[in-house]
């Protein structure tokens, strides 16, 4: 995430695996605050935030099985094995749908896959959702991630909040 105000630039960093993104004693953190000041001429400030479950994450699994479908593994075996790891990770239902040339396939088809529940009709429900694409000498695939993380409740732990102007509700004044 980037939010920009008219002094400073903050960057968000939501990683699984901050000590790559950081490097030793976090040396990789000066660099990248020192080119990113030089790139835009403000005050740069970096903040690494790790995710605490990348197995129920529905952004970390798209971009994986991105990765191994480019990879050329076997699409129903990655299929299988991120929804049974989600599920055993905390996730109370998960559906992956690849779509493209599954298999290098002359016809086009998609693959869905579904374990748990996820209720898409209530607004009480924590679904976690992310798309991404993978393209393969073959074509693109198209894989899309809903996880189901259970019901939100009062006592929910607080995510970063954002303190950028689009990331918060604007107070409106009576006209």
């Known amino acids: 995430h980037i939010e920009r105000t008219r002094e ?3 960057v968000i960093i939501k990683t699984a695996r901050p000590g790559q ?15 990113l000041q030089a790139l835009t001429g403000r005050k740069v400030a970096v903040q690494v935030v790790e995710v ?9 699994i798209a971009e994986t099985m991105g ?16 929804c049974e790891n989600a599920i055993q ?6 559906r992956i749908l690849l ?13 869905d896959s579904r374990l748990g529940s996820i209720p898409l009709t209530t607004l009480q429900a924590h679904v976690d959702y992310a798309v991404a694409h993978s393209s393969t000498t073959y074509g693109v ?6 996880v189901f993380k259970g019901l939100y409740s009062s006592n929910q732990e607080e995510e970063y909040q954002s303190k950028a102007a689009g990331g918060r509700a604007r107070a409106r004044g009576r006209r």
């Open 141 to 146: 695939i198209g894989v899309k991630v809903w």
């Open 8 to 10: 400073e630039l903050t």
């Open 89 to 94: 990770n905390g996730a109370k239902g998960i």
């Open 21 to 35: 993104v950081l490097g030793q004693k976090g040396a990789s953190r000066e660099q990248l605050v020192n080119e």
């Open 67 to 82: 990765e191994q479908l480019k990879k050329r593994a076997n699409f129903r075996r990655v299929l299988k094995m991120r």
């Open 99 to 111: 779509s493209g040339r599954l298999g290098g396939a002359e016809m086009s088809r998609q693959l």
């Open 52 to 60: 605490r479950n990348p197995e129920i994450d529905a952004k970390l």
